[in-house]
């Protein structure tokens, strides 16, 4: 397997990991309600965790996974038509283009890594994770004549976070009314 994660994304979610573990000593030490101090830290924790740390592509022989923001979706191989790059990476499948969270712009510095591969990480931009991508992706089969009589299903499958939309929607407002109490 392969995964495709960006760096830098990470790094910013662990910058914010460190700062909201600072917030917490700091907000007791200025003499507000004990309780309170920690919720903003867990609301800055769990959305650094979410929204930088969590999105990848997952590359296999059968599918490609897209884990996102807001959901997972699992996409066999020959459901995949395309791979552009025009805005950063977007996949083309036979539901439509899938515009994704992880490179969003074709600037974005990305990190792949292959199981099993001593050496770490390779580092690669839009361009090279996209083509890793498309090495994956099948050639349209010729048809020669009629449809084949039986068809074997080829799905894509979404699995929607909704606990994680809304334990941040949840943490944020909980977040605020403590920040506006300390």
Same mark, same amino acid.
């Given at each position: 397997m392969t995964t495709i994660l960006a760096p830098g994304m990470r790094l910013l979610a662990v910058v914010l990991w460190v700062a909201a573990a600072a917030l917490v000593p700091l907000a007791l030490l200025s003499g507000g !309600?004990?309780? /309170? &101090?920690?919720? =903003?830290? $867990?609301?800055i924790a769990f959305i650094a965790w979410a929204? /930088?740390? %969590?999105?990848?592509?997952e590359l296999t022989d059968e599918h490609l996974r897209i884990v996102d923001v807001r959901r997972t979706s699992t996409y066999t191989w020959r459901r995949v038509t395309e791979v552009r790059t025009k805005y950063g990476i977007e996949?083309?499948?036979?539901?439509?283009?899938?515009?994704?969270? /992880?490179?969003t712009r074709r600037s974005? %510095? /990305?990190?792949?890594?292959? +199981?099993?591969?001593?050496?770490?990480?390779?580092?690669? +931009?839009? +361009? &090279?994770? &996209?083509?890793? $991508? %498309?090495?994956?992706?099948?050639? =349209?089969?010729?048809? +020669?004549?009629?449809?084949?009589? !039986?068809v074997t299903a080829a799905?894509?499958?979404?699995?929607?976070?909704?606990? !994680? $939309?809304l334990a941040i929607v949840v943490l944020a407002f909980v977040a605020t009314l403590a920040a506006a109490q300390l």
């Open positions: !309600t004990a309780w /309170l &101090a920690p919720v =903003p830290s $867990i609301c929204v /930088l740390w %969590r999105p990848r592509f996949i083309v499948t036979s539901e439509g283009v899938r515009r994704t969270w /992880l490179a974005a %510095r /990305l990190a792949a890594v292959v +199981d099993g591969r001593p050496g770490g990480a390779d580092r690669v +931009d839009v +361009d &090279a994770a &996209a083509e890793r $991508i %498309r090495a994956f992706v099948p050639e =349209p089969p010729a048809q +020669d004549g009629p449809p084949p009589a !039986t799905p894509i499958t979404h699995r929607v976070h909704g606990w !994680t $939309i």
